[in-house]
């Protein structure tokens, strides 16, 4: 229930919520789900009791963000921070594509896109992450390109996951390069896991996050779940898998070639990276770049882009990589640039 505040007050909007229990899980821990709001959007918002005030030019939008999020609750749905992020991202991008009023409504009702794993579920915060979820779930073959910390990886694990548990697959299949990334580490000592292991925490941590740890253990024993470098690939035909390919641009276009060629009758495949992080020494050129212009409209296959504002981590993420993006921009216009030369 809603009602407007005085006019005074500007636009000002009062939320009245029935149910402590789901009020203290809507405020968050010190306050803190409504501090992310009033961040995010630009308002302030007063609490006292059941009761919250919201104030500023964009309170009528967070208005059904705060609905949408105790209706969230009342369905037996956890409200977290990311929930939140997630929320208004969706509520953003609809608004920017020119949606009618009537459709908001609909999409404050929360993301109908879901990935159920054992411990988990998985929901898209962003229009692009939604968009390459779906083709993870309807392609053979899906590349997922775009800067760190957009969930490109994430995602494909929960659907990885997912899609094992349902019976559609029969292993889960990670991999990625070997490589250093800028950083000679020499000789490793222990047995081959140890070796690999650091390179592959990346996929144990989305893993982890997916499935219970002692369920995880006995799948890998059992071989159900492989972790593995790329070169461990060669010569493998990997069927009724869900086989992920992460930091794909450390690939070469033989290794590239060469995994994309296991692809068995069943399975499905989903190739990760980051055309601005390639650690591959100077003059070799990136499998993934070269995937990308061969493969561009072969029918199966999704290409799924990112960019900076689909970064979910911190903040200061998505600008870090603005800015350097800019920076490169720039060298290359430098570069481009007609130079005058003194006589």
């Known amino acids: 229930m809603a009602t407007l505040l005085a006019p005074e007050d500007k636009i ?34 007063v609490h006292r009791g059941n009761a919250l005030a919201v104030h500023g030019e964009a309170a009528p939008e967070a208005e059904r963000v705060l609905n949408a999020l105790y209706s969230r609750l009342e369905s037996g749905k956890q409200v977290d921070m990311g929930a939140i992020d997630g929320l208004i991202r969706l509520r953003a991008e609809e608004e920017n594509d020119g949606a009618r009023q009537g459709d908001q409504t609909e999409m404050f009702a929360g993301p109908k896109l ?14 692009a992450q939604k968009a390459y979820t779906r083709n993870l779930l309807e392609n053979e073959l899906t590349f997922g390109i775009g800067p760190a910390g957009t969930g490109k990886t994430y995602i494909a694990v929960a ?11 029969d292993r889960i299949i990670l991999t990625r390069p070997a490589v250093e990334a800028g950083e000679k580490l020499g000789f490793l000592p222990g047995t081959q896991d140890e070796k690999v292991d650091p390179y592959m925490q990346p996929l144990y941590d989305a893993l982890n996050d997916f499935l219970p ?16 470098p790329l070169a461990f690939m060669r010569g493998r035909t990997l069927s009724n898998a869900f086989v992920i390919l992460d930091e794909a641009q450390n690939a070469t ?20 990276g980051d055309r ?4 591959l020494p100077r003059g070799v050129q990136s499998g993934l770049r070269d995937a990308e212009a061969i ?29 350097y993006e800019a920076d490169d921009a720039r060298r290359e216009a430098e570069r481009a640039a007609p130079r005058d030369y003194a006589r």
């Open 12 to 45: 000002a909007v009062q939320l009245d919520f029935p149910d402590n229990r789901l009020m203290i899980d809507l405020v968050g821990p010190g306050g803190a789900h409504l501090s992310q709001i009033e961040q995010l959007m630009g308002v302030q918002i």
């Open 114 to 127: 879901e990935i159920r794993t054992r411990k988990k579920t998985m929901e898209p915060r962003t229009e």
């Open 159 to 169: 659907v990885a996951v997912s899609k094992f548990i349902t019976g559609e697959v």
């Open 213 to 228: 740890g002692k369920q995880l253990q006995k799948l890998r024993e059992d071989k159900r779940v492989e972790i593995a």
């Open 253 to 272: 276009t033989m290794q590239m070639k060469m995994f994309l060629t296991r692809l068995g009758q069943g399975s499905r495949m989903a190739i990760t």
């Open 276 to 279: 601005s992080q390639v650690d």
């Open 295 to 323: 493969l561009e409209g072969v029918e199966g296959i999704s290409f799924n882009y990112f960019t900076a504002t689909d970064v979910v981590r911190h903040q200061l993420v998505a600008k870090i990589i603005t800015a």
